[in-house]
């Protein structure tokens, strides 16, 4: 979600914030991952790089610890309101009082770094596509 429209210095369209709610399951054990973070966008004709940094819960057997996050991506449109989105993030778990770099999760230490491959779709009615984007992506 970017809070800054057209018409606001270039700088603040550029923020943005995501929030995301992940489960990992290993044999009985379910660890929950809730984080927001606040995303950086960048644009370069039909590909739009951003990094991120946040923080959130991570849950696991009725436990709660604090999670820091940091990512770095892309969209690449296909269309004004579609794009494939690669991810790399990697995230830290604070864990009995120390953040560590992996997560104890069902006696099993899990390195902690996401790849990912999305897609995403704008939403047509209530954010309409940027209108550089639309000339960037209109026929030549």
């Known amino acids: 979600m970017r809070p800054f429209p057209f018409g606001h210095p270039r700088i603040l369209r550029m923020l943005g914030t995501e929030f995301e709610a992940d489960a990992l399951r290993y044999s009985n ?4 991952l809730f984080t927001g ?3 950086f966008h960048g644009s370069i004709g039909k590909v739009e790089p951003y990094f991120l940094l946040g923080g959130g819960v991570a849950r696991q057997s009725g436990e709660s610890d604090r999670m820091g996050n940091a990512g770095l991506g892309a969209k690449v449109f296909l269309s004004p309101r579609i794009s494939l989105r690669p991810d790399i993030r990697l995230m830290s778990v604070e864990y009995q009082g120390n953040f560590l770099s992996r997560i104890h999760f069902g006696g099993v230490s899990l390195v902690t770094m996401r790849l990912s491959v999305g897609i995403a779709l704008l939403a047509a009615v209530l954010f309409p596509a940027p209108q550089e984007m ?3 992506l209109a026929p030549k």
Do not use: D, I, K, P
């Open 29 to 32: 054990t379910t660890l929950g």
């Open 37 to 39: 973070n606040a995303v």
């Open 134 to 136: 639309r000339q960037a």
